[in-house]
């Protein structure tokens, strides 16, 4: 187990629906990504946190959002949900932003499931 | 404009055999090549990785090849196993630009 805890582990929205999910990374971690798995796909990157801080940003719409908090846990926030945004959400933690990021830790996913 | 592609998407090899995964990328300013492990309901875990100026790293049955000038890289895995069965993905990770991308992934059956 890499320590990274996601909440919740499964849930299911409508279309336009608004959906907060969260992460808690690794102790000592202070970096957090999140990707977007497709089925049957790779995961894609969404964004990344350091210090609160957005620091780099995928090929998604600005519905995509997030936060992190002082104790480095973050949200990913998604607005007017489509149904392609059925997927698994992986949150991963790495210690740094610069030689030490290249490693991340995954916790298990949220599976949305947009109807 | 997919920068990682991998090959095969699915692959089937008996107990005791060697499993080959291939990977190939675009972007020259990658500079850290991991291989993720998934099993179903999981989030991927890191299982070995090589940078650019090393040929070869292998950790146990787990052996990455790395052919600079080809853009390639590729995972072997030496005397594979029933637990081995899961999906793999390549990554090419950029220190710049801060991130991982990945390729689609392999799904690894091994036959007792």
């Known amino acids: 187990e890499t320590g990274v805890t996601q909440s919740p582990t499964h849930l299911i929205k409508t279309r336009g629906q608004q959906v907060t999910l969260r992460c808690s990374s690794q102790?000592?971690?202070?970096?957090v990504s999140w990707y977007q798995q497709a089925l049957g796909q790779g995961p894609q990157f969404i964004f990344q946190?350091?210090?609160?801080?957005?620091?780099g940003r995928g090929n998604f719409p600005p519905r995509f959002s997030g936060l992190q908090f002082p104790n480095y846990s973050s949200e990913l926030n998604v607005n007017a949900l489509e149904l392609d945004d059925s997927a698994l959400y992986l949150c991963?933690?790495?210690?740094?932003?610069?030689?030490?990021?290249?490693?991340?830790?995954f916790g298990s996913g949220t599976q949305l499931s947009v109807l | 404009q997919q920068q990682v592609k991998q090959s095969p998407q699915s692959l089937i090899v008996q107990k005791g055999g060697i499993s080959i995964i291939n990977c190939a990328y675009e972007?020259?300013?990658?500079?850290?090549f991991p291989w993720y492990q998934q099993f179903p309901g999981k989030g991927p875990a890191l299982l070995i990785a090589?940078?650019?100026?090393?040929s070869e790293k292998k950790e146990g049955r787990f052996t990455i090849s790395f052919n600079k000038s080809a853009k390639q890289f590729s995972l072997h895995i030496m005397d594979s196993q029933p637990g081995d069965s899961a999906t793999y993905f390549c990554?090419?990770?950029?220190?710049?630009?801060?991130?991982?991308?990945f390729g689609d992934g392999t799904t690894l059956t091994v036959k007792p």
């Open positions: 972007n020259t300013a990658f500079d850290y």
């Open positions: 990554a090419a990770y950029n220190t710049n630009a801060g991130k991982s991308t």
């Open positions: 102790s000592g971690h202070n970096t």
């Open positions: 946190y350091y210090r609160e801080e957005e620091n």
């Open positions: 991963a933690s790495s210690l740094g932003v610069t030689a030490t990021n290249e490693k991340l830790f």
């Open positions: 090589i940078r650019p100026d090393v």
